[in-house]
């Protein structure tokens, strides 16, 4: 039998049947069934949409405010330039803050579920039990799911369970600050591209018709990459950058300056 096993690995050691095999393919059909789910890519996802979206509508923005009141294409190509370079550094920026001030109240909540630990470990204790039967455990079995988890890792169960944070909502100022700078930067590429090549008698409607191209592209890979419906997702950001740009264009007309 060991002579068959090495000769056709795909048999068992103790039988003839392709057993071993079949459960090699089990097992990995319940590897892919418990795949990554879309709320891991929240984080940066949420980050690289909000800095593209804002780069293509910014810059496109930016650029058809100046246009509308301009004869030459100079100070169209220096405004959309300087939003786009503007733009990239504050979205980093900010993003890196923000989500860095979160970082620091999650680090703060659990200095202090340490602190209630060692100072009140049967109450927190409890609070864990009761945590488990409000979500549908036996109050025997909260009991026992809570001790267990708190003699394997008391803090980490209650950073999980009582606090909410793990490793998916967990903030990542780098991540975040990376992928909304780097976003709005090829976001702000497209419509800065249309201001250098495009004609300046259309440059209004060029500006808005690329940009709301290259909005429903952005809505439908969001979608898709977070497994959401492409349809709400193309209407939603449309209509707002229809309205974001339109707003930006009739300051332009109102105020009836001539820029260049």
């Known amino acids: 039998m060991v002579y068959i096993y090495l000769t056709h690995p795909k048999y068992c050691v103790f039988c003839y049947s392709n ?6 393919e089990n097992k990995n059909q319940t590897d892919d069934y418990l795949s990554p789910h879309f709320i891991t890519r929240s984080n940066w ?7 593209a979206n804002d780069g293509i509508l910014s810059t496109a923005s930016i650029a058809i ?26 979205m980093a920026a900010g993003e890196y803050v923000s989500v860095s001030s979160q970082t620091d109240v999650e680090n703060a909540d659990i200095e202090r579920e340490k602190q209630e630990l060692e100072e009140m470990p049967e109450t927190e204790l409890q609070r864990l039990a009761e945590i488990y039967e409000k979500r549908g455990l036996k109050k025997e ?3 026992l799911v809570a001790k267990e988890l708190t003699d ?8 999980r ?11 990542k100022p780098i991540q975040a600050a990376f992928a909304s700078g780097a976003a709005f930067t090829i976001g702000g590429i497209m419509p800065f591209l249309v201001t ?13 018709g690329f940009a709301i191209f290259f909005l429903i592209i952005l809505g439908a890979l969001a979608a898709r990459t977070g497994g959401s419906s492409v349809t709400k997702a193309i209407i939603r950001i449309s209509f707002w950058g229809t309205v974001a740009m339109g707003l930006t264009a009739l300051v332009g007309y109102l105020f009836n300056v001539t820029v260049g």
């Open 45 to 51: 996802l949420r980050a690289a949409v909000l800095g």
């Open 19 to 24: 057993k071993c095999l079949k459960m090699k």
């Open 65 to 90: 405010g100046v246009a509308a009141a301009s004869n030459t294409r100079e100070p169209i190509i220096l405004a959309a330039l300087a939003g786009l370079v503007a733009g990239a550094l504050s």
């Open 161 to 171: 369970d009582e606090l909410g944070i793990n490793e998916i909502s967990q903030a």
């Open 152 to 159: 394997k890792d008391a803090l980490s169960a209650h950073i």
């Open 141 to 143: 079995t909260a009991q």
């Open 196 to 208: 250098l090549f495009l004609p300046l008698r259309s440059m209004e409607y060029s500006l808005y």
